[in-house]
């Protein structure tokens, strides 16, 4: 994410009290101008098993170096009643642009809610994330600029989670991060989750070698595969740390669990 | 018609002459007025705003400074800005902007008191935070028009249940909230000091006002020294159960510039 | 009623051949059966006063309020047709806000009066419209010292070219009438609705007019008020009533420079002296 967006990085041009400083093209006349995005930094993860989904996600804000909270909450209840969303089964987590984030969040969750009150029933977590693929298809061309995913349970029970692009392409899948350690987070869940490059040690080698078949993970090792992510990434990624906040949704309704990381 | 596509379909020059782009902008080869334009850059500008939370409200401080480039351009300029007995906007950025958000806030406070007609000790108030939800809305529409109010600013102040309130916002729309918050320069030489009185939600709640006080006197020094677009008058509010205690016309006290002996290069010595 | 009959009274605009509107005179009518309205303008501040009749016991008390704020310190009593006194408001804040807009300061009191009685005079002009059911009160205290124009940034030169003269006083307490005909003139104390006369009458007893030495003070006034709202009740004693009242003070005042309701304590107080007054003179008649 870091990669596509502009951070103010400290340069040699005068400093200004707010965050977009002035594009300038080295040599040529200078321009200003206005860049409506910026990138806030953090990181996000999710992780189904057969009964619960986890969200997570650090709760670090940034502007380039600097950090401008150490609690602004990547993670919110989707629906349930008031503005506490109490009763909600659906989570969403966004990250990158926390300004397009927060608007995300908050046509989604105003979505959620007139849909219970319309029908009478809860939205189906699928039904809310074609709907949240449709709101970020519709703002294509002045694109919502996060990468979102949704979590919770299906209609059988079974954890669900949906990973989107900015502008709506959206899939199911067992495990996802994104936000700025996705790179280092994602290919430790690949080996741990879908067991990739995993073979049974008692199969022969070579072209012998057969792939272990991922399982459903229990509750306990995919919360510590959350936090093995995370304080991880807090080592190398300066856009991450702070906090680490973690939504479990069971049928029993979401548990919020939160830990402390790296503050450095 | 000739063979090139792009000539097909379109009127034949030799028949109709050539096309008159005389309706289109002149940026198209017409001579139409331009399209609008929105600011693209601030002129005027106001530098940090500083705000710490302590046990019983907030503490805001902004200098009385508003920049023409690097030149000092008004030196009284009060960018603190009282919403009600709850709330304080501080304003950093385009000047021009805080003065239409003044305008927009004053006629917001006045539509406010049109029913209740509220004695003000009591009664209901909005809140530092419907305020902050209000303005970062504003804002953030204002950046998708790509029109944007080129400011950052700070809402101090208590919220609904009377507990202290703050929160950044600025023109693009991105919010937080924090013990401590500072603007522009002040997010680099302010918040590492106030982060030491406050580096938690915790620490915040046994903070006493003299002591945040005395922390947002000591970053507005430090920014004093190290800020070129500064100024050593400024002002300060206090914003508790109490209401709001605004002064501003306040000076820095016990300024020492000894360490200026200490600084090297840039040129001007020798040695 | 000489209208009656002669058709000159069935359409709005139509003069009477000796010179009257009646529809204008019916509006006053209406504003007759209203409760009573007064406003006093005192040494330091305006006070708005309204008997408020109980329609209803089914009515939550202290609700429904009928002196409306108008901009943060001018404020509109009516008596009349309530709707009607509803719209004026609405137009007035729609002035006043506008004003805003435009100059960038507050508008003064007067020129609310002079807006307001143009748009209520132009309902006395077509035959598509009738005239406003209300007479209005207008009250407000223009400031006296300088007040910040919306958004000013800087207090320009202290002396010399473009420097202030020093001691100028402007600004004070202010209060018009408004009648049906768009009729308005400043009043020291003015009354409306149906206990009018005997309001008019306990107003011109009171020491308001500044040139004929000190005038009574905003507590004094509020005070004042009250007891004129429960004399100028006794005509119609068999209907219960309820006391609204605000008030307006200068910047350096009690309500600093706003509109408010007259904090309880006071007002109570000022309930209770009334309610004594009226018992006193009771005694004194028996």
Same mark, same amino acid.
């Given at each position: 994410?870091?990669?596509?967006?502009?951070?103010?990085?400290?340069?040699?041009?005068?400093?200004?009290?707010?965050?977009?400083?002035?594009?300038?093209?080295?040599?040529?006349?200078?321009?200003?101008?206005?860049?409506?995005?910026?990138?806030?930094?953090?990181?996000?993860?999710?992780?189904?098993?057969?009964?619960?989904?986890?969200?997570?996600?650090?709760?670090?804000?940034?502007?380039?170096?600097?950090?401008?909270?150490?609690?602004?909450?990547?993670?919110?209840?989707?629906?349930?009643?008031?503005?506490?969303?109490?009763?909600?089964?659906?989570?969403?987590?966004?990250?990158?642009?926390?300004?397009?984030?927060?608007?995300?969040?908050?046509?989604?969750?105003?979505?959620?809610?007139?849909?219970?009150?319309?029908?009478?029933?809860?939205?189906?977590?699928?039904?809310?994330?074609?709907?949240?693929?449709?709101?970020?298809?519709? !703002?294509?061309?002045?694109?919502?600029?996060?990468?979102?995913?949704?979590?919770? &349970?299906?209609?059988?029970?079974?954890?669900?989670?949906?990973?989107?692009?900015?502008?709506?392409?959206?899939?199911?899948?067992?495990?996802?991060?994104?936000?700025?350690?996705?790179?280092?987070?994602?290919?430790?869940?690949?080996?741990?989750?879908?067991?990739?490059?995993?073979?049974?040690?008692?199969?022969?080698?070579? &072209?012998? !070698?057969?792939?272990?078949?991922?399982?459903?993970?229990?509750?306990?090792?995919?919360?510590?595969?959350?936090?093995?992510?995370?304080?991880?990434?807090?080592?190398?990624?300066?856009?991450?740390?702070?906090? &680490?906040?973690?939504?479990?949704?069971? !049928?029993?309704?979401?548990?919020?669990?939160?830990?402390?990381?790296? !503050?450095? | 018609?000739?063979?090139?596509?792009?000539?097909?379909?379109?009127?034949?020059?030799?028949?109709?002459?050539?096309?008159?782009?005389?309706?289109?902008?002149?940026?198209?080869?017409?001579?139409?007025?331009?399209?609008?334009?929105?600011?693209?850059?601030?002129?005027?500008?106001?530098?940090?705003?500083?705000?710490?939370?302590?046990?019983?409200?907030?503490?805001?401080?902004?200098?009385?400074?508003?920049?023409?480039?690097?030149?000092?351009?008004?030196?009284?300029?009060?960018?603190?800005?009282?919403?009600?007995?709850?709330?304080?906007?501080?304003?950093?950025?385009? /000047?021009?902007?805080?003065?239409?958000?003044?305008?927009?806030?004053?006629?917001?406070?006045?539509?406010?008191?049109?029913?209740?007609?509220?004695?003000?000790?009591?009664?209901?108030?909005?809140?530092?935070?419907?305020?902050?939800?209000?303005?970062?809305? /504003?804002?953030?529409?204002?950046?998708?028009?790509?029109?944007?109010?080129?400011?950052?600013?700070?809402?101090?102040?208590?919220?609904?249940?009377?507990?202290?309130?703050?929160?950044?916002?600025?023109?693009?729309?991105?919010?937080?909230?924090?013990?401590?918050?500072?603007?522009?320069?002040?997010?680099?030489?302010?918040?590492?000091?106030?982060?030491?009185? /406050?580096?938690?939600?915790?620490?915040?709640?046994?903070?006493?006002?003299?002591?945040?006080?005395?922390?947002?006197?000591?970053?507005?020094? /430090?920014?004093?020294?190290?800020?070129?677009?500064?100024?050593?008058?400024?002002?300060?509010?206090?914003?508790?159960?109490?209401?709001?205690?605004?002064?501003?016309?306040?000076?820095?006290?016990?300024?020492?510039?000894?360490?200026?002996?200490?600084?090297?290069?840039?040129?001007?010595?020798?040695? | 009623?000489?209208?009656?009959?002669?058709?000159? $009274?069935?359409?709005?605009? #139509?003069?009477?051949?000796?010179?009257?509107?009646?529809?204008?005179?019916?509006?006053?009518?209406?504003?007759?059966?209203?409760?009573?309205?007064?406003?006093?303008?005192?040494? $330091?501040?305006? #006070?708005?006063?309204?008997?408020?009749? #109980?329609?209803?016991?089914?009515?939550?008390?202290?609700?429904?309020?009928?002196?409306?704020?108008?901009?943060?310190?001018?404020?509109?009593?009516?008596?009349?047709?309530?709707?009607?006194?509803?719209?004026?408001?609405?137009?007035?804040?729609?002035?006043?806000?506008?004003?805003?807009?435009?100059?960038?300061?507050?508008?003064?009191?007067?020129?609310?009066?002079?807006?307001?009685?143009?748009?209520?005079?132009?309902?006395?002009?077509?035959?598509?419209?009738?005239?406003?059911?209300?007479?209005?009160?207008?009250?407000?205290?223009?400031? %006296?010292?300088?007040?910040?124009?919306?958004?000013?940034?800087?207090?320009?030169?202290?002396?010399?070219?473009?420097?202030?003269?020093?001691?100028?006083?402007?600004?004070?307490?202010?209060?018009?009438?408004?009648?049906?005909?768009?009729?308005?003139?400043?009043?020291?104390?003015?009354?409306?609705?149906?206990?009018?006369?005997?309001?008019?009458?306990?107003?011109?007893?009171?020491?308001?007019?500044?040139?004929?030495? $000190?005038?009574?003070?905003?507590?004094?006034?509020?005070?004042?008020?009250?007891?004129?709202?429960?004399?100028?009740?006794?005509?119609?004693?068999?209907?219960?009533? %309820?006391?609204?009242?605000?008030?307006?003070?200068?910047?350096?005042?009690?309500?600093?420079?706003?509109?408010?309701?007259?904090?309880?304590?006071?007002?109570? %107080?000022?309930?209770?002296?009334?309610?004594?007054?009226?018992?006193?003179?009771?005694?004194?008649?028996?």
């Amino acid at each position: 994410m870091a990669a596509m967006m502009q951070s103010a990085m400290p340069t040699s041009e005068p400093g200004y009290s707010f965050s977009q400083a002035p594009q300038s093209v080295a040599g040529g006349p200078r321009q200003h101008g206005f860049y409506p995005y910026t990138d806030n930094g953090g990181t996000t993860l999710g992780i189904t098993g057969s009964d619960f989904a986890v969200l997570a996600g650090d709760t670090r804000s940034t502007s380039g170096y600097n950090i401008n909270s150490r609690y602004a909450p990547k993670l919110f209840k989707i629906g349930g009643t008031g503005s506490a969303n109490e009763g909600a089964r659906i989570v969403l987590s966004v990250v990158g642009f926390a300004a397009d984030g927060n608007a995300l969040k908050e046509r989604l969750d105003t979505v959620v809610k007139m849909y219970k009150f319309q029908h009478n029933k809860e939205m189906s977590v699928h039904a809310c994330a074609q709907r949240l693929s449709h709101i970020l298809y519709n !703002k294509r061309f002045f694109p919502y600029y996060v990468h979102a995913i949704l979590g919770g &349970l299906d209609e059988n029970g079974v954890g669900a989670l949906y990973s989107y692009d900015p502008v709506g392409s959206y899939e199911r899948e067992t495990c996802r991060s994104a936000g700025a350690a996705s790179s280092l987070i994602t290919p430790f869940l690949d080996n741990q989750v879908n067991l990739k490059n995993q073979y049974d040690p008692t199969s022969g080698s070579g &072209l012998e !070698k057969v792939t272990k078949a991922p399982q459903p993970l229990s509750r306990q090792t995919v919360e510590e595969l959350v936090t093995d992510s995370f304080t991880s990434a807090a080592e190398r990624q300066i856009e991450v740390g702070d906090g &680490l906040q973690m939504f479990i949704i069971t !049928k029993d309704g979401i548990e919020e669990k939160y830990m402390e990381l790296k !503050k450095d | 018609m000739n063979h090139f596509p792009v000539g097909w379909g379109r009127p034949r020059d030799d028949v109709y002459g050539a096309y008159n782009p005389s309706y289109l902008p002149q940026s198209h080869g017409g001579t139409q007025a331009n399209p609008i334009t929105h600011t693209q850059s601030p002129i005027v500008t106001g530098t940090s705003v500083l705000a710490i939370k302590y046990k019983d409200g907030v503490v805001i401080a902004a200098d009385n400074l508003a920049s023409y480039g690097s030149l000092a351009r008004f030196t009284d300029v009060k960018r603190l800005k009282q919403f009600n007995r709850k709330a304080v906007v501080g304003f950093g950025g385009d /000047v021009s902007d805080m003065q239409y958000l003044d305008r927009l806030l004053n006629s917001l406070d006045v539509e406010e008191n049109y029913g209740g007609d509220a004695p003000a000790e009591s009664g209901p108030h909005m809140s530092a935070k419907n305020l902050h939800a209000y303005l970062s809305k /504003v804002m953030y529409k204002r950046r998708s028009d790509f029109n944007p109010l080129w400011n950052a600013m700070l809402v101090a102040g208590l919220d609904e249940s009377d507990k202290p309130f703050l929160a950044y916002a600025d023109l693009l729309g991105t919010t937080y909230s924090s013990p401590s918050l500072a603007t522009g320069f002040g997010a680099h030489l302010a918040q590492p000091i106030m982060r030491r009185a /406050v580096p938690n939600e915790a620490a915040s709640r046994e903070l006493s006002k003299e002591q945040a006080v005395e922390c947002i006197k000591e970053c507005m020094k /430090v920014l004093f020294y190290r800020d070129a677009r500064s100024m050593p008058v400024y002002s300060i509010a206090v914003i508790d159960g109490k209401g709001v205690d605004l002064k501003e016309d306040e000076k820095l006290e016990n300024q020492s510039w000894a360490f200026a002996e200490q600084i090297r290069g840039y040129g001007t010595q020798t040695v | 009623m000489t209208s009656i009959g002669t058709g000159y $009274d069935l359409s709005n605009s #139509v003069f009477s051949p000796d010179g009257r509107n009646f529809q204008v005179e019916y509006a006053t009518k209406a504003v007759e059966n209203g409760g009573t309205a007064i406003g006093i303008r005192c040494k $330091d501040g305006v #006070v708005l006063a309204m008997e408020k009749l #109980v329609t209803s016991r089914l009515m939550k008390k202290d609700a429904n309020k009928r002196i409306a704020t108008v901009d943060r310190n001018i404020g509109v009593v009516s008596a009349g047709l309530v709707p009607d006194g509803r719209h004026f408001v609405s137009r007035a804040r729609d002035e006043a806000s506008s004003w805003r807009s435009t100059y960038k300061a507050p508008i003064p009191v007067a020129s609310l009066a002079n807006r307001m009685g143009s748009y209520v005079q132009a309902f006395t002009l077509y035959s598509s419209v009738r005239p406003f059911g209300i007479t209005a009160i207008v009250g407000g205290f223009d400031a %006296e010292t300088e007040v910040d124009v919306d958004g000013a940034v800087g207090s320009g030169p202290k002396v010399g070219s473009g420097g202030k003269t020093q001691g100028v006083k402007e600004g004070g307490p202010y209060l018009y009438m408004i009648e049906p005909s768009g009729l308005y003139w400043g009043y020291y104390g003015a009354a409306t609705g149906k206990g009018r006369q005997a309001a008019k009458a306990e107003l011109e007893k009171l020491n308001l007019d500044p040139k004929k030495g $000190d005038t009574i003070s905003l507590e004094e006034g509020v005070k004042e008020a009250a007891r004129i709202i429960y004399v100028a009740h006794e005509d119609s004693k068999d209907k219960e009533f %309820e006391l609204e009242m605000t008030w307006i003070s200068a910047v350096s005042g009690p309500t600093k420079g706003r509109h408010e309701d007259v904090p309880k304590e006071l007002k109570d %107080e000022a309930e209770r002296l009334a309610k004594k007054a009226l018992e006193g003179d009771d005694e004194m008649e028996e």
